[in-house]
């Protein structure tokens, strides 16, 4: 299973603890990264499934929509100015030196919630490192290299945390989706973890 760090994985983890308990003997290989890298490896027969975060080209695998919403905002150093404020703005971001996912700096069109989020003045702003994952993103912006734009709950901002997290306004959700290859032959086990996941996503 191929993922981008996202909150929605603790509906798979509860699939997966489930089968676990029923099947002890069944091992699960999760991978991290951001939707091209999942799709690259799905692509290649090297992962059976992938999570990737809405708004997507998806066009070509078979998916499962997860109930799970995303939350997009800021990271930042609690001692920021910013912290302040209980929601960011558009016009807050045009002169801080920002962290993005890659898939932020070359979006395809419609591929990215943000960039469509934020409009025709994108290219205003100061993009100062890009990055993949948070957990390193998160430790740059604790060292005031910049504000990270990232998806709530992926990084401490608990109280003793140096980091806090403010939700953009007008707020900015995303769906999650789960992917696999058309037509795709799965092992008893990849079939199993797809019928349990399918029957948790329809209690929702």
């Known amino acids: ?3 981008g ?28 990264g951001d939707a091209m890298d999942v799709c690259e490896r799905l692509d290649k027969g090297l992962l059976d499934f992938g999570i990737v975060i809405e708004p997507a080209d ?6 499962l929509s997860l109930p799970a919403r995303d939350v997009w905002g800021v990271l930042m150093r609690r001692d920021s100015p910013l912290a302040a404020k209980e929601r960011i703005e558009k016009a807050d971001l045009l002169d801080l030196p920002l962290l993005c996912s890659r898939q932020v700096i070359t979006p395809h069109p ?4 943000f ?5 025709e003045d994108f290219g205003k702003l ?9 957990f390193n993103a998160a430790i740059l912006v604790e060292a005031g290299v910049g504000y990270a734009i ?3 709950g992926l990084a401490d901002t608990s109280p003793e945390s140096a980091l806090c997290f403010r939700p953009l306004e007008p707020r900015l959700e995303s769906g999650l989706d789960i992917i696999w ?5 799965f092992s008893p086990a990849a079939e199993l973890f797809l019928t349990r996941l399918r029957a948790l996503v329809e209690q929702k």
Do not use: C
Not at 15 to 26: F, K
């Open 110 to 113: 419609g591929e990215n919630a």
């Open 1 to 3: 299973i191929g993922t």
């Open 5 to 32: 760090e996202t909150d929605g994985m603790r509906q798979i983890a509860r699939t997966a603890n489930q089968i676990q308990r029923e099947h002890p003997g069944i091992q699960f290989h999760v991978v991290s």
């Open 150 to 152: 990232t998806l709530d």
């Open 58 to 63: 998806i066009s070509k695998y078979d998916a």
């Open 126 to 134: 100061d993009i100062a490192v890009n990055y993949n994952l948070v």
């Open 115 to 119: 960039v469509d989020w934020f409009g």
């Open 181 to 185: 290859k058309k037509y795709q032959v």
